[in-house]
């Protein structure tokens, strides 16, 4: 019998990669024919940060995380390994401090930031660069997954699908009928073409209230991300916003200023209240759900675990079981 997965965002996805590569046949339920802006992974930075992630994440979310490059690179996604670079203005020196205590990296001075990134010479007296850290192109990436699970025999069928029975429930948000204790964090973002910026890695701009991240995607374009409102708004992002974003990718590089705008785009982000996933049993669903900001970090390793649950009954350290 078909394992039904209902959600096919990077969730649903990779749980389906995981249980068909270990010979389950399975079948992915979505509201649509393809991977698209009703996921909020199709909004993700796609970045493979775990490390920078752990100034604010617990424990699990760096360990876990660590899976992910290697993971989804074996799915076939082009994993980019060329590490991140966090830097600042001389104004916010101290939040620098603060980023380099918590986060390993080999530390640069002026010199060391501009042979890192030459686009940045002079700009910056301090970088920090965390070399084993990578990132993907978030849309190329749900796109080939999705085609090379129909390759491999996964059935997708276009539906709401149903959130009762034998079935996988990965749908992020709209899975608060079942999970009330969701909260949707928003998340805004900005897609630019700056030919002339030749950025060729995953950059922190940090900053006390509004960091900002640049992560090229080839081709003079760049994602600039984003914004975290507690809010489970999912409609257009706000001008203050935009504002922060666009003037924060100006003082990382004046030459944004001259960038074409391509898209400005926002959703809102599945989160626990301790911003934790968890997969939770409820009767005969699975639940799998609240990545929060860690969508692509964290899906491959959730993924993982619900195979080995249900394959080989190993209980995920993550299991909620109990819940409710």
Do not use: K
Request: hydrophobic share 45%.
């Amino acid at each position: 019998m078909s394992l039904r997965i209902i959600g096919g965002g990077v969730m649903g996805l990779a749980v389906a990669a995981e249980l068909s590569a270990r010979g389950r046949a399975v079948t992915v339920v979505d509201r649509m024919a393809q991977a698209g802006p009703h996921h909020c992974s199709w909004w993700a930075g796609g970045m493979l940060a775990p490390d920078c992630e752990g100034l604010t994440a617990e424990e699990p979310v760096v360990r876990l995380g660590r899976e992910a490059a290697g993971w989804w690179a074996r799915q076939g996604a082009q994993v980019i390994r060329r590490g991140t670079l966090a830097v600042a203005l001389g104004r916010d020196r101290a939040e620098f401090d603060r980023f380099a205590r918590h986060v390993p990296g080999m530390a640069l001075d002026a010199d060391g930031v501009a042979a890192l990134e030459p686009e940045l010479a002079g700009r910056f007296a301090r970088g920090l660069h965390v070399e084993a850290e990578a990132h993907l192109d978030p849309r190329a990436t749900l796109q080939g997954l999705r085609d090379r699970l129909a390759a491999r025999g996964v059935v997708f069928e276009t539906g709401e699908g149903r959130s009762e029975g034998a079935v996988i429930d990965c749908r992020g948000l709209s899975a608060r009928d079942a999970m009330p204790d969701l909260r949707g964090v928003r998340g805004e973002m900005a897609v630019l073409r700056a030919p002339e910026v030749e950025i060729t890695r995953p950059v922190r701009l940090l900053h006390p209230r509004y960091p900002l991240y640049v992560v090229p995607r080839g081709q003079g374009l760049f994602m600039l991300g984003a914004t975290q409102i507690e809010s489970e708004g999912r409609g257009p992002a706000t001008a203050r916003s935009v504002l922060e974003l666009l003037s924060a990718a100006y003082a990382l590089h004046p030459a944004f200023g001259e960038a074409e705008v391509l898209e400005i785009g926002a959703d809102a982000r599945p989160a626990f209240p301790d911003n934790l996933p968890r997969i939770r049993r409820r009767g005969e669903t699975i639940h799998v759900n609240g990545l929060f900001r860690h969508g692509f970090l964290l899906a491959p390793a959730m993924a993982r675990m619900v195979a080995d649950w249900l394959c080989d009954g190993i209980r995920p350290e993550v299991c909620d079981e109990d819940h409710g």
